[in-house]
């Protein structure tokens, strides 16, 4: 089901909401499935540097060390993918994938040597993306959205500093680095705002029908009432 917003331009589909619930929740599942089964997925995390660890490009934002780790990862991929799938609808898929690509990579290049899991990256790259693409967009609703991310997640910037031990940083770092980068590549095409017949330059004030209820100091008064010779004028066939 699509809602069209005839004055935006953007558009709601069941994918806002389905995508990313779907993504967090292979998340859980694989989780759920190293605890109940007893195993421990952590070597398919991004090993900087090896052949091996390459395969973590694809598989660590789903890998997680705890369920703090997975809990405070699944909060903000929600809210930041469903940003991506409603304002960014025709390239979110290609952003999504691509960011996985850069976050993983990067930490692959410039990462530690020990293993690099989860979503933070990913994060990261669409925190980064949603902003200063909402903001080099010069729309009214994209704007206000960047404004949004940096009030939820404006702290998140620290993390891309080596300021805690244990923390992938660089993970972080090539992830927000991902999404400045596609932010000022990917030129889809944003809806403008629909401008008003008061906003054009054709626009007379004088002649709206509005605006003649009130005097030069905005008081209210009556509108001029037709004489009859207007009247009998206008009935002539």
């Known amino acids: 089901m699509r809602v069209n917003d005839q004055r935006t331009g953007f558009q709601f589909s069941t994918g ?4 990313p ?3 967090v929740l292979f998340m859980w599942l694989v989780f759920w499935f190293e605890l109940r089964f007893g195993y421990n997925f952590t070597d398919f995390g991004v090993l900087p540097r090896t052949l091996s660890g390459l395969r973590g490009v694809i ?3 789903f890998i997680h060390a705890g369920l703090s780790h997975l809990w405070h990862n699944s909060v903000p991929t929600l809210v930041l993918m469903g940003g991506l799938f409603y304002f960014y609808r025709p390239v979110a898929w290609r952003v999504l994938l691509i960011l996985i690509l850069i976050s993983g990579l990067g930490t692959w290049l410039i990462g530690r040597q020990a293993y690099h899991i989860g979503a933070s990256g990913v994060i990261y790259g669409l925190a980064s993306f949603l902003f200063f693409k909402g903001i ?3 729309h009214y609703r994209l704007t206000a959205f960047s404004l949004i991310v940096v009030f939820l997640y404006g702290s998140l910037i ?14 972080h770092l090539s992830g927000f680095l991902g999404g400045l980068l596609l932010a000022f590549v990917i030129k889809n095409k944003i809806p403008k705002p629909v401008k008003y017949h008061w906003e054009t330059e054709a626009y007379n004030p004088e002649n709206d029908p509005f605006l003649r209820q009130f005097d030069e100091h905005g008081n209210f008064i009556d509108p001029p009432e037709e004489s009859d010779e207007d009247s009998e004028d206008d009935s002539i066939v």
Do not use: C, H, N, R
């Open 16 to 19: 806002v909401v389905l995508y």
């Open 21 to 23: 619930v779907l993504f």
């Open 59 to 61: 598989f660590s934002p």
């Open 136 to 138: 080099w967009s010069k």
């Open 158 to 171: 620290w993390g891309t500093m080596p300021i805690q031990e244990g923390m992938s940083w660089e993970g």
